[in-house]
């Protein structure tokens, strides 16, 4: 049998309503929740992760509900070290036709001096807290919180117990973002290597982006063998947030020659998703964001308007129907040439000749140096005078 970190399928772990909702400010109510919940689903999301059921009442429901109306995925709860909490967890997520319950402990040093515990004695509560989710729910997520900045050699300690107490898949994170992406595949293929029993659980990667690095750390560990990427849309979480799904999944659709992975989600579906969590969240997304910004299938510049208009791959590395997109957007600006605008003009309604558009392009210029984007309008404006309508 082959194992899990030899297969060609990477599981998406989708984190946005409890990893992407911890962002200050991006509190979503019940019903987005339950929205967004669906449309993960219905795009192919192998594990939702639908929120923390011991933080609130709220939560609870929100991921109670969740599960109760799952279709495809897997719905997961996260839940500490601790009994209360992950019994708490087993209630929300049980009516799921597929449970999982993810319960964690920070390993690193600075992490275990916050509850003050010995390297035995957390070691300890981890073989009893895994044992404790594994008896209710058979499909148990362990992560060692801060993983990156963990001893190694307790680190595979740690690991080996939770796998030993029942955990089915291994969660590493990198949860300040601290790692890079070398050390991000090496960490995952020494611990497989390593750890008794490994090669019985899916490694899953959790990375964080603090120093920008957090898709090319997914990517990397994946690499390593990494199974199952944590990612949020539109990257939302803590701090500078969180692996963003759609850059993943992308990057393993463009560049499956060199990433040879393939995921279940169904691209078309990003962009969608990407605008109902950024206005349920409250979180605008950059303009230059990857993938899902403004601008990502946007053109100003007269040589690569030009260049997209004779052929669109000058420019884009990707369809934009590949992401649910309609169309690229030729913006006209100041930068634009005269190859663009003549093409905004037919899609206007406008043909014309070679001299009429000399004359129109010397005063779409000087349009354009006044303003930063010249609408549909005002292009209809300054042509309407002196061109007739096809
Ligand atoms: O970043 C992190 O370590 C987490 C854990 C709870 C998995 O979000
Ligand atoms: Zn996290």
């Not at 839940?79 to 209630?91: G, H, K, L, N, P």
């Not at 959790?206 to 990397?220: E, F, K, Q, S, Y």
């Not at 759609?246 to 579906?269: F, Y």
């Not at 605008?341 to 001299?355: C, F, Q, S, T, V």
């Amino acid at each position: 049998m082959t194992h899990a970190s030899e297969q060609d399928r990477v599981l998406i772990f989708d984190t946005t309503l409890r990893d992407g909702e911890q962002s200050p400010g991006a509190t979503m109510t019940h019903t987005e929740k339950l929205e967004i919940a669906g449309l993960l689903d219905e795009m192919g999301v192998d594990i939702i992760e639908a929120g923390f059921p011991i933080a609130s009442e709220g939560d609870f429901k929100a991921v109670s509900e969740i599960a109760a109306n799952s279709k495809n995925s897997v719905i997961c709860g996260l839940a500490r070290a601790s009994f209360t909490d992950i019994d708490r967890c087993w209630e929300a997520v049980k009516s799921a036709g597929k449970p999982r319950i993810h319960t964690f402990i920070g390993t690193s040093p600075l992490h275990r001096a916050i509850p003050n515990l010995s390297m035995d004695e957390m070691a300890q509560k981890i073989h009893e807290t895994v044992s404790h989710a594994r008896n209710l729910c058979d499909n148990v997520q362990w992560s060692p919180m801060d993983a990156t900045r963990t001893e190694w050699d307790y680190l595979c300690r740690t690991v080996e117990i939770a796998i030993k107490a029942g955990a089915t898949t291994i969660n590493v994170p990198d949860t300040v973002g601290y790692t890079a992406p070398e050390e991000s595949a090496s960490l995952i293929r020494r611990l497989i290597e390593t750890v008794p029993g490994a090669d019985e659980v899916i490694f899953a990667t959790h990375c964080h982006n603090d120093l920008g690095m957090a898709t090319a750390n997914a990517l990397a560990a994946v690499a390593g063998g990494a199974r199952q990427i944590e990612c949020t849309v539109n990257g939302l979480g803590e701090r500078a947030g969180n692996t963003a799904l759609e850059e993943v999944v992308m990057a393993l659709k463009v560049r499956h020659d060199i990433l040879p992975w393939t995921t279940g989600v169904d691209s078309s579906k990003i962009m969608h998703i990407s605008r109902r969590v950024s206005t349920v969240s409250g979180f605008p997304v950059q303009f230059n964001k990857a993938i899902v910004g403004k601008n990502a299938f946007a053109h100003e510049s007269g040589i690569h308007q030009d260049g997209m208009l004779k052929n669109a791959e000058t420019f884009e590395i990707m369809r934009p129907e590949d992401v649910g997109l309609a169309a690229s957007n030729l913006v006209m600006g100041k930068h634009s040439g005269r190859a663009a605008l003549r093409d905004k003009l037919k899609h206007l309604g406008y043909e014309i000749g070679d001299n009429q558009l000399k004359d129109v392009f010397v005063r779409f210029k000087a349009l354009a140096d006044r303003k930063k984007e010249v609408y549909d309008d005002d292009i209809v404006a300054l042509v309407g005078d002196t061109v007739d309508p096809a």
